[in-house]
């Protein structure tokens, strides 16, 4: 019998074969010794750098310098701008089997540098090394599934029927065409697949592409954007930009020559955003991926391990930095108790340090902020709940040079309260006790987010809740992840409510279509 090969999802990621540790700790080495650079914007196939710098440093130790990055202004939005507008003739005009084929070989180069680049993902976002490695091989996931399906759907030309009229012969067909420039605005959390998965697809589809990373988190972006480099695509086609949203991505968003936009970050940013860009002449197409307040329900039949781990992992994977973090949990009262036990150990046993070393599950948040930000949000649950395990910083030797939090669990915290509604974005869930699964789902639904939701119940229950719940990602009886987890082409992710506009997930078979507009072309000559 042959070993099934082991592919690298978030499913499957809490047992890997030894050689990803030995590959990761080697690239870790190269990558360490390479570290404070300084980076480059990319506009019109050309490096370019700005009078003001700004400086990377890792959550883990502040000390630590990552790279040096450009500061751009609205003077290089501008140039970015019309370097990709100047672009996009050629490139839509390029059969769709040529875009397809430089595409994938940006993904086979990513591909090849998957450990070094998963090795910078750790060191600047804290993530822990399998994640790391997730966030990679999902980027290269996504642009592969946009390659395949554009191939399926045979670059989208369709012919239509020919309508009946007397003396005249029509030939009808639709055409699904690019937009023209595509601006992408990503966050720090999943600054590869968030980054390249709409990158990926604007760019298949026909259109030219400016992207604008967070931040927190350039090195990443920067490192894969040398993929599309590397891989040979034309001047002006993909522009790389650097430097604060509110100056630099404003004047992006708030360019006539922007024909659409993917912005995936907070629910405010996002509105705003929606907001600014329907100033234009004309509606263009705005893909918003926002936050999440995501659920799980747990009821009495549930399997109460598989529910632990599963909430276990998606309430603290990442640092509780996660769109899909499950942030509220709500359990059944016969088994509350016994649930909270087991999700109280769980969370105990998890390993809080460097996240790049092997044993570690969880590294630092992201910055000052959030650093700050959840000191205050324990000070208010303290007082008005009950503190279930953290609760506290941790500064104990070499946490105290970055940002290390305790994952922490909440319970008699009265449902009016604030928390219970707003996205925190760390290790932070709210627990409370409900009388049945109906009611559950009622409170699941009690928000203005709809990205991801969890179920633990019986095959009976599980149809109730596929039924019910208002959200665009859901999961029932899922110990590698009760609100987490998703993986292109196997579970499209997106939201409905405040955690998404297009109504269309990413990773699945309606989201391509969301980079073109339809053509319908009908040519007629006498019969
Ligand atoms: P954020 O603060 O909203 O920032 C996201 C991006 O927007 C960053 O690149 C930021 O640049 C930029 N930006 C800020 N103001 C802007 C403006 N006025 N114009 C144009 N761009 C602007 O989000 P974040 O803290 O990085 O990420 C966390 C949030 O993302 C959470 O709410 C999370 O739920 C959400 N998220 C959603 C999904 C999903 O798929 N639905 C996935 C991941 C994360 P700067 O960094 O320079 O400020
Ligand atoms: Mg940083």
Known sequence: MTARKFELTY???????????????????????????????????????????????????TGMLLGVFQKGTARDAVDAVEAARKAFYSWRRTPWQERVALLRKAADLLEERTFQISAAMAMEVGKNRMESLGDVAESTALIRYACDRMEKNDGFTVQMGNDPVEGYI???????????????????????SLSFGPTGSALVAGNTVVLKPATDTPWVPRLIAQCLIDAGIPKGVFNFVTGPGSTLGQALIDSPDVSGVTFTGSLDVGMGIYRSFGKGNYVRPVI?????????????????????????????????????????????????????????????????????????????????D????????????????????????????????????????????????????????????????????????????????????????????????????????????????????????????????????????????????????????TLVKKA
């Open 288 to 368: 918003l991926e926002l936050g999440g307040k995501n659920p799980s329900v747990v009821s009495r039949h549930a399997n109460l391990d598989d529910a632990a781990l599963g909430i276990m992992r998606s309430a603290f994977g990442l640092q509780g930095q996660k769109c899909s973090a499950n942030s509220r949990i709500f359990v059944e009262e016969p088994v509350y108790d016994e649930l909270v036990k087991k999700l109280v150990e769980n969370t105990n046993n998890l390993v809080i340090g460097d996240p790049t070393r092997r044993e570690v599950n969880m590294g630092p948040v992201i910055n000052k």
């Open 370 to 521: 959030a650093y700050q930000d959840y000191q205050k949000f324990c000070a208010d649950l303290r007082q008005h709940g009950n503190i279930l395990t953290g609760g506290k910083i941790l500064t104990d030797g070499a946490l105290g040079k970055g940002y290390f939090a305790a994952p922490t669990l909440v319970d008699d915290l009265p449902l009016d309260h604030p928390l219970w509604q707003q996205e925190m974005f760390l290790p932070i869930s709210t627990i409370a006790p409900i009388h049945s699964v109906e009611e559950g789902l009622k409170l699941a639904n009690n928000v203005q987010y709809g990205l991801t939701a969890g179920f633990y119940g019986s095959q009976e229950e599980v149809e109730y809740f596929f039924d019910h719940i208002e959200a665009g990602t859901v999961y029932a009886n899922r110990p590698q992840g009760a609100t987490t987890g998703a993986w292109p082409g196997y579970q499209p992710f997106g939201g409905w409510k405040g955690s998404g506009a297009s109504g269309k997930n990413s990773g699945g078979v309606y989201y391509l279509q969301l980079y073109m507009h339809e053509t319908s072309r």
């Open 170 to 192: 029509s030939t009808n067909v639709s055409v699904l065409r690019p937009y023209g420039v595509w601006l992408v605005i990503s966050p720090f959390n999943f600054p590869a």
């Open 11 to 61: 499913g499957t990621m809490y047992n890997p074969p030894n050689e990803l540790h030995d590959r990761f700790d080697a690239a870790l080495t190269e990558v360490r010794s390479q570290l404070g650079k300084e980076y480059s914007m990319w506009i019109d196939g050309k490096e370019r750098f700005a009078d003001q710098k700004f400086e990377d440093r890792s959550p883990i130790d």
